[in-house]
């Protein structure tokens, strides 16, 4: 029984998703983030030590993505939070903390992906990411969830990775979605609320370990921009550009997943986008 989940970065687009889930199941919940909450500020330790309690559930998503810069100095700022929560947490204690990282970790080399599969991160927030889970486990006594979702999409993203939410606002603003070369490259999507569903199935189960959070299916780029263009009422033209790094793969076996939740069934690629486009058009 969850006695209370402590979100960490509850305004994000994963924290919000997530902190719906939580209140349609009456868990009682705590949102620790700014501007109360600077986790870059060394003074955050007191502030976070104060609120948390040792039987929280704790959830960390706070992380400045790639949008808000791929320097070091993001590089440290983002390492200084979990090193600031990580201080707070040796005070409290917590009966479960679940670390949101990221398919960043393994780089773009293997093209098929388990929990198994060694992290190879080939840029600054994969490294990141993958110091951050080495500093959450230097917390041996405090059960850990490593979760590592892949490319999350749905209504509300700021992000503009690309992929569905990016594709949706070019095609709304321009009249036309531009690929990396005829968009072949094939990736696994998974809907914002697949992703709060399966943490929340995982805060109710106390899981510890790693698990990759995807739904196992992956379609390409060309196929994804498809899929956005028609819920369009003109039509968007998709074009290709010249490419300029090689062609990559990314498939991911789910089976871990599947063992633990034998029963769910992830929201389809083509609904989840019309889903996005109705929410985002009301």
Wanted: glycine letters at 10%; a positive charge.
């Amino acid at each position: 029984m969850i006695a209370r989940v402590a979100l960490i970065g509850p305004g994000g687009f994963i924290g919000g998703a997530l902190a719906r889930a939580l209140k349609e199941k009456d868990i009682r919940t705590i949102g620790l983030g700014r501007p109360e909450f600077d986790l870059v500020d060394p003074s955050s330790v007191g502030k976070l030590a104060a609120a948390l309690q040792p039987d929280d559930a704790v959830v960390m998503l706070s992380a400045l993505t790639p949008d808000k810069g791929r320097d070091t100095a993001t590089l440290m700022k983002n390492l200084a939070m979990m090193q600031h929560l990580c201080a707070a947490l040796e005070k409290t204690g917590a009966a479960h903390f679940v670390y949101f990282s990221s398919d960043a970790v393994y780089g773009l080399g293997p093209a098929r992906v388990t929990e198994e599969t060694p992290a190879a991160p080939q840029d600054l927030y994969g490294a990141m990411h993958l110091a951050r889970e080495l500093m959450a486990r230097a917390l041996a006594k405090i059960p850990l969830l490593i979760l590592r979702p892949t490319a999350v999409y749905g209504a509300g993203d700021t992000h503009n990775g690309y992929g569905p939410n990016r594709f949706r606002r070019v095609a709304k603003k321009d009249g036309r979605i531009q690929l990396f070369g005829a968009g072949e490259e094939r990736r696994d999507h998974i809907h914002v609320d697949d992703v709060a569903a399966i943490a929340l199935r995982c805060l109710e189960h106390l899981s510890t370990g790693t698990l990759n959070v995807a739904t196992g299916r992956s379609a390409s780029f060309a196929e994804v921009a498809a899929m956005v263009a028609k819920h369009f009422g003109t039509a968007v033209k998709i074009e290709g550009a010249p490419r300029a790094n090689p062609v990559t793969h990314r498939h991911y076996d789910v089976t871990n997943l599947v063992k633990a939740f034998p029963g769910y069934r992830f929201i389809a690629l083509e609904d989840g986008i019309a889903r996005c486009h109705r929410e985002e058009s009301a």
